[in-house]
């Protein structure tokens, strides 16, 4: 059974950037799936941030491609979501979740989530 | 980007009843719809994708229908654990995959 887990930061201060990781468990990272970050906010619901592939290839949401970068580490069985120049607006719960590898873009496994509040 | 429009925003119906929820998406998604359960404190679980398939360990008692830009999930007797928020999802045009706005469930 694959499990997915968030980590990272609860608090960040305006203008700083938020990092989070994505540790992979009960499957492998380097499987044909592609892996999301997907946040969930009060004022704006469910917001896809982007992806990853094994490969290393990535697109993220145009809303946030000026800011977002997801890596991957192959060693670690993990992938991380690094979102820059964070405001209020950016406060949310942050999932990572699974792409179907036979559907990309629905989404069968996600971590339980992580709130992260941007506040001074 | 697509939007996904669902309705009703709360549902109220008793155990045992059917419930129909609707989505629709403001240009042609085709059939690249998914529809996800979602609880309290919890992560969004996938019930439907594709429209009208289930996703593993999903009961028969969820299906999914439509195309082009109407959709519907139809809960055909309500259990008490299928009291939830439901959220749509398209795949279609991407970037962004985007999702709805949610149906809240409640227990009449």
């Known amino acids: 059974q694959v499990q997915l887990q968030e980590s990272g930061p609860g608090l960040v201060k305006p203008s700083g950037t938020l990092s989070l990781t994505c540790a992979v468990s009960?499957?492998?990272?380097?499987?044909?799936?592609?892996w999301s970050w997907v946040r969930q906010s009060p004022g704006k619901g469910l917001e896809w941030i982007g992806e990853?592939?094994?490969?290393?290839?990535?697109i993220y949401t145009p809303s946030l491609n000026s800011r977002v970068t997801i890596s991957l580490d192959k060693s670690k069985n993990h992938f991380s979501l690094s979102l820059s120049s964070v405001t209020a607006a950016d406060t949310a719960v942050y999932y990572c979740?699974?792409?179907?590898?036979?559907?990309?873009?629905?989404?069968?496994?996600w971590g339980q989530g992580t709130l992260v509040t941007v506040s001074s | 980007e697509v939007v996904l429009t669902q309705s009703p925003a709360t549902l109220s119906l008793s155990p045992g009843e059917r419930a129909t929820l609707s989505c629709r998406a403001s240009?042609?998604?085709?059939?690249?719809l998914a529809w996800y359960q979602q609880k309290p404190g919890q992560a969004p679980r996938l019930l439907i994708y594709?429209?009208?398939k289930r996703a593993t360990g999903i009961p028969a008692r969820f299906s999914g229908s439509g195309s082009g830009t109407d959709f519907s999930l139809t809960i055909s007797s309500l259990e008490p654990e299928d009291f939830a928020v439901y959220f749509c999802?398209?795949?279609?045009?991407?970037?962004?995959?985007?999702f709805g706005q949610g149906t809240k469930l409640e227990i009449k």
């Open positions: 009960g499957g492998s990272i380097t499987s044909s799936n592609w």
């Open positions: 240009q042609s998604v085709s059939r690249f």
């Open positions: 594709d429209t009208s």
């Open positions: 999802q398209q795949r279609s045009d991407w970037p962004p995959y985007t």
């Open positions: 979740a699974r792409g179907i590898q036979f559907a990309r873009g629905y989404f069968d496994y």
């Open positions: 990853i592939y094994p490969s290393g290839s990535t």
